[in-house]
């Protein structure tokens, strides 16, 4: 796996920064990663479930070695782990997350050096689900999706009452759940139970790339199978690709990481 602890070493001409900005109150706290320039591309990069923006930091900067203002940051109540963020893990849910990354979309649109019409959303697991459902309902003003390994899965486990190794009664839903070290509030299976993600990914319209392991223990490559079926089938004249890692697992490892970054460079320069 990679050393997430290690800050990715930055080309000349990038610069490393922390930002800031508040949804309902709450401080969210990210990094930018800049390369030189003004009118530049925007690439906002989103970590997945229990994870931090450390996780997918070097995605970012490697974004921004392609020409990308990009950016990675803390879900609100999304980590117990190394989270910047305000916010506590039982408010958390991917409700709460869609609004945090409009929240940094918002603000990242603000800035004097960006091109506010040229925005790439890329999301690992949870990350994926939510960067897939805000740009359904952005549609248009995202010019690219990115999902690695995207946790399609969760409104199905809601229903099956687990998440991960924790279970619970779907139909009598507790205050909290302990998953591992984090505790979860009800709203975060209440806020899914009911919806059907792959009827509410659709409406977006512009490009895709959906890249999933073949071992993924966590959530099933077919999910993804689905997702790619669900954009191929929508009438809009976009890029749609679909790539399997042979043998990659959730988190993909350095060998699989790097495979899956060969079809990042090629879908955003081909």
Known sequence: MFDFFRKPKLK???????????????TIRGTEYRPEGENLPIAIVCHGFMAWQDTVRH??????????????????GGSVMRSKSD???????????????????????????????ELLLMGCSQGGFVSALTAAKLKDQVKK?????????????????????SKFDPQNLPETVKCGPMKLGRCYMADVMDMNPFEEIKGYTVDVLIVHGTADKIVNVNYAEQAFDTYKNEPY???VEYYTIEGGTHMFSKRHDKIAIEYLDAFINN
């Open 12 to 26: 000349d001409g990038i610069t490393e920064s922390v930002f800031e900005c508040k949804r309902d109150g709450l």
């Open 59 to 76: 995605y970012a900067a490697l974004l921004a070695e392609m020409g990308y203002a990009a950016y990675c940051f803390d879900f609100n």
């Open 87 to 117: 916010g506590k893990t039982t408010d958390m849910s991917v409700l709460t997350e869609i609004k945090d990354l409009e929240a940094v979309i918002a603000h990242v649109k603000s800035l004097p050096y960006v091109n506010p019409d």
């Open 145 to 165: 999706l990115v999902l690695f390994y995207p946790a399609f899965c969760i409104p199905d486990d809601a229903r099956a009452g687990k998440m991960m190794i």
């Open 237 to 239: 004249e976009r890029k």
